[in-house]
């Protein structure tokens, strides 16, 4: 499986981003998707994730403010980020759990939210 992730970028407080994460390969063997953050001198952070059944899950910081939404055709994954803070900021990494062989990793994709 791999993982190209998509769509960071410089956005003022307020504003929004979507990032896009397309998963290729062996893609049945992946039972969830999602999407983690690390900001500078923070641990990595669950942000969102959604299973291939379609149920969603989110961190409390980004409830009500961010959308995990996946495309199965395209076998991408979105992030909808609206209402962004300055403590959005971070690198974002895609996810894919591999129930057996455990997870794969996208490159991260930086995320700046200037005040």
């Known amino acids: 499986v791999q993982l190209q992730a998509s769509g960071g970028g410089l956005v003022q407080a307020g504003g929004s981003l979507r990032l896009s994460c397309a998963a290729s390969?062996?893609?049945?063997?992946?039972?969830?998707m999602g999407w983690y953050r690390q900001a500078p001198g923070k641990q990595r952070e669950l942000v969102a994730r959604?299973?291939?059944?379609?149920?969603?899950d989110y961190a409390d910081s980004v409830k009500g403010r961010f959308t995990i939404s996946r495309d199965n055709a395209k076998n991408t994954v979105y992030l909808q980020m609206n209402s962004l803070k300055p403590e959005d900021t971070a690198v974002y990494y895609c996810?894919?759990?591999?129930?057996?062989?455990?997870?794969?990793w996208g490159q991260g994709t930086l995320v700046t939210v200037s005040s």
């Open positions: 959604i299973t291939r059944g379609g149920a969603t």
């Open positions: 390969g062996s893609i049945y063997v992946i039972n969830s």
């Open positions: 996810n894919a759990d591999r129930p057996i062989s455990g997870p794969v």
